[in-house]
């Protein structure tokens, strides 16, 4: 299965195992550190791979 692009509050929520409204002040945390480097977000949703990048821990 392809992976998707975006992720949304309810996916970050689920991943994350917290409430929506942590998954939101999660988000919304991604979303400013990447408008700060003048990329174009979607409230409410959150790249996929930056999340990973961010939050996600390598087993290495």
């Known amino acids: 299965m392809m992976e ?3 992720m ?3 996916d970050v929520a689920e991943e994350l ?3 929506k409204s942590k998954a939101y002040k ?3 945390q991604l979303n ?3 408008e700060e480097k003048d990329i174009i977000t979607v409230a ?3 790249c996929t791979s930056y999340f990973r990048k961010k939050v996600m821990y390598s087993g290495d």
């Open 4 to 6: 998707k692009n975006f």
């Open 8 to 10: 949304t509050v309810d």
């Open 17 to 19: 195992s917290v409430s």
């Open 26 to 28: 999660i988000v919304r």
């Open 32 to 34: 400013k550190e990447l």
């Open 44 to 46: 409410g949703r959150v």
